[in-house]
């Protein structure tokens, strides 16, 4: 019997630069977003808004890590981890720049050509260039390296023939960074595999908005049928997108963004509660502060890896599936407590109850599924 | 963690994997002091984590003695360590001498209220302190009294009271721990005196449910290696029951319960080493009420993955299943310290809560 040296959460302490940045931020939300409707703040980094956008890159918190020569700022992975928590909880319209500040940049700082790294990186620590991530197709979900979207080399470039579904924002995305597979290996899914920055709306793209069941359009459909993208738009070597893919979703699931989705919900419960709360409504809100609390630690720590340049893929992945399980168990929690209806209208509580209900499945599906992360971790552990 | 912390770690590990055996276990369960075990732990200093060196304790933290309680929590021993670190640092905080051999604290039953009153020839005390871990075997107990109550906020007193002079009745918990009941009716007391200002009068049950949280994270530490062991070994349809993804699901859940669990815990200590564990309340409630919760899971996981066979009695597991089961209730259950939380999140307003979190 001994200890488990498979995970480690070590406490990470903010450093004094990182406490300062969060008053800025805190009083540059407060006047940017004012008297944003509960409702609003509930879509958190689903909300897309270019204008936002621009203003928080004006203040420097884009590509916040990424070097100066870039339009980056230089500053530490826990600076930006502060900034990244404070939009987050306070329901801050960030979709415009946030795939592009999370993985698309720190993508092509690693494998992009420099010229690639000159042209998109100081646009988009500008915010004025938003990105979409096509992976998934109709028959690779999941099963990502199954992907059959074909590009073929031509002339100058690649021409891709294929469909992409469950690409968020790419109807509104000035760029979308998609997975193809440039080379049949019989056998050898994982290999022949290919990132390409697209541009989607050259010839041969077709997009379809696919609506979700709240009525809300994020996904799209993305066909293309003889599309040329050129060889400078390719991501890296040839054949090496499964390794770029795996690096760049685990910056996808390491972030505050996956445990704290339903913050708005749980405020708004608190608000619902009188100064003296019955004893069975204490307790729920209580356990779920202890969850809060103990989940903010566990996603702290993450970022302490981060920016001390480990590889926390195990620890990020136990942090995901616990946070995205916490998140869809408030809208539970609020149901059985207050058996209040989720609506479209009527009270804050039941219109953010309402949005989040409907949005609360997606939690455990974004960025790699719960029984995928499972079995990331049953690996980690030993067993696979 | 530091090199020194990790020295710690490695020494009070390898004294437990060598002496807390199956057979210390198993005697201890039938009503045998481990005399070797204690003294083997006093002799490495691994007592007094909390006593200045100049009253002969090792000068730490609470960061040290998280590290003996999360081993303790691993490997179980039957002895009072968790008793002794809070007993020794009371004393110590309050300016009192650190008697050598395994101390107990009280109260820390809810409720029990113990008075400490100055007669002729120096202060007695009076009352019931229920459930004392090791509260007949210990060589001393110290006494946390307030003149209102443990709750209240009046400046407390800390008092050592030599074994012996109580009237005892012996219980256990589960884990068959001595949980014994005492009986004061105007007994000497050996020395007493005014706590500091930082040591409040429900410090016992405070610190109480500090250790028990490091215990359990410790605890489920170990049910995640024994699992995780067990389903590489046992093979059924022809294969290690481990490939199986419902079983790695299993392992999978209890892994988060033991990170949730080390990560409350690990913050807690933390919070008492900067502030005192008095002004750590809200980190010692959420790591009480965590490491409870992520504790009833992964018994459950631990004991479904390894079948009938963890069912037994010859079977290891129960030694940590036990031990959980009832830490979990001692010093607050997962409720009592949910509605503590509860009350203060809804009175501080629903706009404070972020700016609280990020705050502690």
């Not at chain 1, 992907?147 to 080399?153: C, N, Q």
């Not at chain 2, 004294?15 to 006093?42: C, I, N």
């Amino acid at each position: 019997m001994g200890a488990v040296g498979t995970f480690r959460f070590d406490l990470c302490t903010l450093p004094p630069e990182a406490e300062a940045l969060r008053g800025e931020v805190r009083e540059f939300l407060r006047e940017t977003l004012g008297d944003m409707p509960p409702v609003k703040r509930a879509r958190s980094w689903g909300g897309f808004d270019r204008e936002f956008t621009r203003t928080v890159a004006a203040r420097g918190w884009i590509g916040m890590t990424w070097p100066r020569r870039y339009g980056g700022h230089e500053r530490s992975a826990l600076e930006r981890y502060v900034v990244l928590e404070e939009m987050l909880a306070a329901g801050a319209p960030v979709g415009a720049h946030w795939i592009a500040d999370r993985q698309s940049g720190p993508l092509l700082l690693r494998f992009g050509t420099e010229a690639q790294r000159e042209r998109f990186l100081p646009a988009i620590a500008r915010g004025e260039l938003a990105l979409a991530i096509g992976m998934s197709e109709p028959d690779s979900g999941s099963d990502l390296a199954s992907i059959r979207t074909r590009a073929e080399r031509v002339d100058g470039g690649y021409r891709v023939n294929g469909t992409k579904v469950w690409t968020s924002n790419v109807h509104r995305a000035d760029y979308m960074i998609a997975l193809f597979r440039t080379r049949v290996v019989p056998e050898k899914k994982h290999e022949g595999l290919s990132q390409f920055l697209v541009d989607p709306k050259s010839p041969g793209i077709t997009i379809r908005p696919i609506i979700e069941l709240s009525g809300a359009h994020h996904f799209n459909e993305v066909v293309f049928q003889d599309a040329f993208v050129p060889e400078d738009m390719r991501v890296g070597e040839e054949g090496a997108g499964w390794k770029q893919v795996g690096a760049e979703l685990a910056f996808e699931r390491s972030g505050p963004e996956r445990y704290l989705s339903c913050l708005a919900l749980l405020v708004e419960l608190i608000r619902a509660a009188p100064a003296d709360p019955g004893e069975r409504m204490a307790v729920a809100i209580g356990r779920l502060v202890a969850h809060l609390a103990t989940l903010r630690q566990m996603s702290l720590s993450v970022a302490g890896m981060l920016q001390r340049g480990e590889n926390p893929n195990l620890e990020a992945a136990l942090v995901k599936d616990l946070g995205t399980n916490f998140e869809q168990e408030i809208p539970e929690i609020v149901h059985g407590l207050l058996g209040c209806e989720p609506t479209a209208r009527g009270s804050d509580l039941q219109q953010v109850l309402g949005y989040l209900v409907q949005h609360a499945p997606s939690f455990s599906l974004r960025g790699g599924t719960r029984e995928i992360l499972r079995g990331i971790i049953a690996r980690g552990l030993g067993l696979r | 963690m530091s090199e020194l912390r990790s020295i710690l770690a490695d020494t009070v590990t390898r004294l437990f994997t060598d002496r807390v055996t199956k057979d210390v276990l198993e005697t201890a369960e039938q009503g045998q002091w481990p005399a070797a075990l204690w003294q083997a732990l006093e002799e490495s200093g691994l007592t007094l984590p909390l006593v200045t060196e100049k009253q002969g304790g090792a000068g730490g933290t609470w960061g040290d003695a998280h590290v003996l309680l999360a081993a303790a929590g691993r490997f179980g021993p039957p002895v009072p360590l968790a008793e002794t670190i809070i007993a020794s640092w009371l004393l110590s905080e309050s300016g009192l001498e650190v008697p050598l051999g395994p101390l107990t604290v009280a109260p820390v039953h809810r409720g029990d209220v113990l008075r400490l009153e100055r007669g002729s020839g120096g202060w007695r005390l009076s009352g019931t302190a229920r459930r004392l871990p090791w509260g007949g075997s210990a060589g001393h107990l110290v006494v946390v009294t307030s003149p209102d109550g443990p709750a209240s906020g009046a400046r407390a007193m800390v008092a050592l009271v030599a074994a012996g002079h109580a009237q005892v009745t012996p219980d256990h918990n589960l884990a068959l721990e001595p949980r014994d009941t005492l009986v004061f009716d105007n007994t000497p007391v050996l020395t007493a005196a005014p706590a500091p200002p930082l040591i409040p009068g429900d410090i016992v049950w405070l610190c109480g449910a500090l250790a028990r949280s490091a215990q359990m994270a410790g605890g489920l530490e170990s049910l995640l290696a024994q699992t995780v062991q067990y389903a590489g070994e046992r093979k059924q349809f022809g294969k290690p029951i481990g490939s199986f993804q419902a079983i790695q699901w299993q392992c999978a859940i209890l892994g988060e319960q033991t990170a949730a669990a080390a990560s409350a815990a690990a913050s807690a200590f933390s919070a008492a080493d900067r502030s005192g564990p008095a002004e750590a309340t809200f980190e010692i409630a959420v790591a009480k009420s965590r490491t409870g919760e992520a504790a009833g899971i992964g018994a459950g996981i631990a004991h479904q993955v390894h079948g009938a066979i963890g069912f037994t009695y010859e079977h290891s597991l129960h030694f940590v299943t036990r031990r959980l089961w009832s830490w979990r209730a001692e010093c607050g259950g997962e409720s009592y310290w949910a509605e503590r939380l509860g009350r203060e999140a809804a009175s501080r307003g629903a706009d404070a809560l972020w700016p609280y979190i990020t705050s502690r």
